[in-house]
Antibody, heavy 123, light 110 residues
Framework: QVQLVQSGAEVKEPGASVKVSCKAS????????INWVRQATGQGLEWMGW????????GYAQKFQGRVTMTRNTSITTAYMELSSLTSEDTAVYYC????????????????WGKGTTVTVSS | QSVLTQPPSASGTPGQRVTISCSGS????????VNWYQQLPGTAPKLLIY???RRPSGVPDRFSGSKSGTSASLAISGLQSDDEADYYC???????????FGTGTEVTVL
């Protein structure tokens, strides 16, 4: 079945970087965008950006521009999200999610989600 | 700050119908389709409704979505205890060139 398996929890100090992985299986990895969404404790969902695994093209939310990098390794069907210059405000659960194939952003939606990776930023 | 506005909470008794609103603008809901996600406590979000009113396989027909202009709604009929969750609307925003989520609505079954 289609699934996204994320890496384990991370604890980082302020100023450090974190890299979260998301291994895809059960479908053609290069056929669907991978998105990253985060959620701080007790807060709502916050979209961070997308990556096209086929081309490597990316699009980031304005808030994260310059601080986030989304990459992939197609040989192992894994996507990565790296966030730098961490502060306590970045403490959250980070989800990867597959975008259902679509020819236009008018119909963009995420149909498969990973279970999430908890990132804690603390000194 | 979310650009899609939802009521923070909604509630009903078992069997009742509950509706959740989602208000946006011409650059998101007014131009693109609306999706709804259900997040049960302690779990990842799950796609509930896509393209305004389509249900993924396995989602009961008690859940329905609609859209009119720059607003959308999610209706849950025959409310059940395991519907207690947070519900988020979402859509692509052409001005922001970003996917935007609503503020979220917590549904409680009384």
């Amino acid at each position: 079945q289609v699934q996204l398996v994320q890496s384990g929890a991370e604890v980082k100090e302020p100023g450090a970087s974190v890299k979260v992985s998301c291994k895809a299986s059960g479908y053609t990895f290069t056929s669907s965008d991978i998105n990253w969404v985060r959620q701080a404790t007790g807060q709502g969902l916050e979209w961070m950006g997308w990556m096209n695994p086929n081309s490597g093209n990316t699009g980031y939310a304005q808030k994260f521009q310059g601080r986030v990098t989304m990459t992939r390794n197609t040989s192992i069907t894994t996507a990565y999200m790296e966030l730098s210059s961490l502060t306590s405000e970045d403490t959250a659960v980070y989800y990867c999610a597959r975008a259902a194939p679509t020819v236009t952003t008018a119909y963009y939606h995420m149909d498969v989600w990973g279970k999430g990776t908890t990132v804690t930023v603390s000194s | 700050q979310s650009v899609l506005t939802q009521p923070p909470s909604a509630s009903g008794t078992p069997g009742q119908r509950v509706t959740i609103s989602c208000s946006g603008s011409s650059s998101n809901i007014g131009s693109n389709t609306v999706n709804w996600y259900q997040q049960l406590p302690g779990t990842a979000p799950k796609l509930l409704i896509y393209n305004n009113n389509r249900r993924p396989s396995g989602v009961p027909d008690r859940f329905s979505g609609s859209k009119s202009g720059t607003s959308a709604s999610l209706a849950i009929s025959g409310l059940q205890s395991d519907d207690e969750a947070d519900y988020y609307c979402a859509a692509w925003d052409d001005s922001l060139n970003a996917y935007v989520f609503g503020t979220g609505t917590e549904v409680t079954v009384l």
